[in-house]
């Protein structure tokens, strides 16, 4: 694969996005202030289209560039969650013209580890990175029982899915939600939400 799967999976996830804008809204009004899938469906709109029309054949170029763009276009705290784990997983793929199946492991690794960088946020802590993670890890192992990349992407957007929903097992430790204590236990992470979206996203294009 070539540079051209990486606006392939920006597009598939800016479509993803605006498809499910209102229940992210709907999520995000629970515990924020409801405009969730208005950052996530603009912000990954500007992403895509910043990099669509380019010549630009350097994959960490490309998600550079789109996070670049994506954090001028929603300057949100999460909008800049987002484009800061862009970044991140542009500056791991700098100079590659050509995608092997582990590259995409490093790509979301990476952009796991810019997101709980900029956010101070670790695993367990009902926030995005409990949707991200999981999904990552299938995604590794699936890849190293040898399974080919379409499968191993189905995993992990299984494993995604199954992270969202093991959210409402945790004590939310960010954001206003955090402020319910242990009440905020049986809600739904909307952050995690948007990792699940992501990587459905992902599946969705590599199939």
Known sequence: MDYTAIIKWLDETSKIMAEQRDYLIQLDS?????????????????????????????????????????????????????????????????????????????????????VADRGKAKVGEKTFLDGLNPAVTALKESLERGDDLKTAAEKAAKA???????????????????????????????????AMFMIKAFSNSVS
């Open 30 to 114: 629970v515990v924020g202030d409801g405009d969730l899938g208005l950052t996530m469906s603009d912000g990954f709109l500007a992403a895509y289209n910043s990099v669509k029309d380019q010549n630009i054949t350097d994959c960490g170029m490309l998600l550079y560039t789109a996070g670049k763009a994506m954090g001028s276009a929603v300057p949100s705290s999460m909008g800049t969650l987002m484009a800061s784990g862009l970044m991140r997983a542009g500056k791991e793929l700098k100079g590659k013209t050509e995608l092997t199946p582990d590259d995409f492991v490093a790509l979301f690794k990476a952009y796991e580890e810019g």
């Open 160 to 194: 995604a899915e199954q992270g969202f929903e093991n959210t409402t097992t945790m004590v939310a430790r960010h954001g206003r939600a955090a402020a319910r204590g242990e009440a905020s236990r049986s809600i739904k992470d909307p952050g995690a939400a948007v």
